[in-house]
């Protein structure tokens, strides 16, 4: 049993390839090769592009619930599937949670809960990212200084027994300039956990030592670290050395301006990863929210923007992955391909991900559909196919069949892919439901009269004395 996706320009390797289908088995979900043109299921696409699935690299959470939220597994793996369910609306598959600084009795008790699994209907976790605590405190952000630890706590100290395998724990961001940091990055990668070096003041000397020790990926790159300057390139100019690493961007038009984001992306696009570094208000109404223990303070979002309150103190990003790719295309003038590959084949090239982010035999079909433009139309939201055992739609949104790709789009909101008389595979059809209303754990804006009118918190001043 197979579907063909058929009249479409597929992205692969950061260019358009006009003239192929994707076929793909109903009962594995993977890409195989033309048998037959006697498809079960034939999708003409209109000539739309079709791209892998988006991965999201760095995701702090979104839609009120943030991954350093714990009460307890079972309340924690529900949210994770909420978030999971809700990310295909904004073009991503595949996911992996990013835990920054907490306490090494919380990365002892999160870490374990995010075990790679399959999340039916939504992106598959892959892992988790822990974004500190062996991070700079002049490059704190908005990180809790006083949780940091120096290289010579070991990885099993702070994160416990998962740092002895990449089981769960994928990456690890760290600043390569604090004292006996090569030691440590040997002893993650010799555990196969991928290092990227960020949250941190190192020269470009410094960057390129930690990258001979083996860290391959820059974090939220100018952001929390040095700028590019004439004399003194810093991490950020490593993107073009001998040993250039991947590096993760923001493009969510506060994190970087338009102009830098374009001079990062053109020094070497097959390194550029896009990540939208998002935190639980991503997906949120604008307001002023309360903090937590990772952020201790209140948070003013406005649009994609959030900050501590009052404050110009970037906590995270509000922005999907979709927009990111879309702006990518829109400031820097490269092409839909050229951006669909910063969040998918450029991270599994960094993870050693096998499975997913290019559309060739072998892999999973996680499809999405995107314009011309690279966004993923509000109505063709339904587009994007999942592959868990067998292929799966997720119809989060109405309206796809009025969007001028009627044979797909009707055929994707009316019809399960068929099932052969006598094949009892289960094909996977998860619950409808709006957009809107996905995954939102309840969190809502404080009233008015509990936020500040100016300046309240001056998170730096008060821990620079934890520096
Ligand atoms: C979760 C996380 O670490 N996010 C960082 C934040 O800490 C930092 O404040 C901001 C801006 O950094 P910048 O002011 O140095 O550009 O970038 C990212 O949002």
């Known amino acids: 049993m197979t579907t063909r996706f058929t009249k479409c320009r597929i992205c692969r390797d950061g260019k358009l390839v006009n003239g192929e289908d994707v076929i793909v088995s109903t009962q594995t979900g993977l890409i195989v090769e033309s048998t037959s043109k006697d498809d079960d299921e034939v999708i003409d696409l209109g000539n739309k592009i079709l791209a892998p699935g988006f991965i999201e690299l760095q995701t702090n959470g979104m839609r009120g619930f943030h991954f350093t939220h714990f009460e307890d597994d079972a309340s924690y793996q529900k949210k994770l599937d909420e978030v999971a369910r809700y990310l295909p609306s904004t073009g991503v598959t595949a996911f992996y949670a990013t835990i920054p600084t907490v306490s090494s009795d919380d990365f002892k008790k999160i870490l374990p809960s995010l075990v790679p699994r399959e999340i039916s209907g939504g992106a598959a976790l892959l892992g988790a990212h822990a974004e500190g605590p062996y991070l700079h405190p002049d ?14 706590t070991s990885p099993l100290e702070v994160y416990g027994s998962i740092a002895s395998s990449d089981k769960t724990l994928k990456l690890v961001t760290l600043a390569p300039e604090l004292v006996e940091t090569d030691s440590l990055i040997k002893s993650l990668v010799a555990n196969n956990i991928r290092v990227s070096l960020g949250h941190s003041t190192a020269t ?110 970037l906590i995270g990003g509000c922005a999907g ?67 868990h055992t067998t292929v799966s739609r997720n119809h989060n949104t109405a309206g796809a069949a009025q969007d001028g790709v009627a044979t797909s789009a009707s055929s994707a909101k009316s019809a399960a892919i068929p099932q052969a008389a006598g094949d009892d595979s289960v094909i996977e059809e998860p619950a409808a439901a709006p957009a809107t209303t996905v995954g939102v754990t309840e969190l809502s804006p404080l009233p008015t009269d509990e936020c500040a009118d100016g300046v309240r918190y001056a998170w730096d001043v008060e821990t620079e004395e934890d520096g």
């Open 321 to 387: 992955l979709g927009e990111c790719v879309a702006n990518l295309v829109r400031w820097s003038g490269c092409s839909v391909p050229e951006g669909v590959r910063c969040v998918t084949s450029n991270i599994v090239g960094l993870m050693g991900e096998r499975e997913r982010g290019r559309l060739e035999l072998g892999r999973r079909a996680d499809l999405v559909v995107l314009s011309d433009e690279g966004e993923i139309e509000e109505t063709n939201r339904d587009l994007v196919y999942l592959h």
């Open 204 to 313: 470009y000397d410094e960057g390129l030592s930690g990258l001979k020790s083996g860290a391959t990926c820059l974090t939220h790159t100018l952001n929390a670290m040095p700028p590019l300057s004439s004399r003194t390139p810093g991490l950020a100019g490593l993107v073009t050395s001998s040993h250039a690493p991947y590096y993760s961007i923001i493009i969510d038009g506060h994190h970087l301006h338009p102009t830098m984001a374009t001079l990062l992306f053109r020094s070497n696009p097959s390194k550029c990863i896009i990540i939208t570094d998002s935190i639980e208000l991503a997906g949120l109404e604008d307001g002023t929210y309360p903090g937590h223990a990772q952020i201790p303070f209140n948070q003013t979002k406005i649009g994609s923007r959030v900050v501590i309150e009052g404050t110009e103190t």
């Open 139 to 152: 490059k704190k952000g908005a990180h809790n200084s006083s949780l940091f630890h120096p290289p010579s």
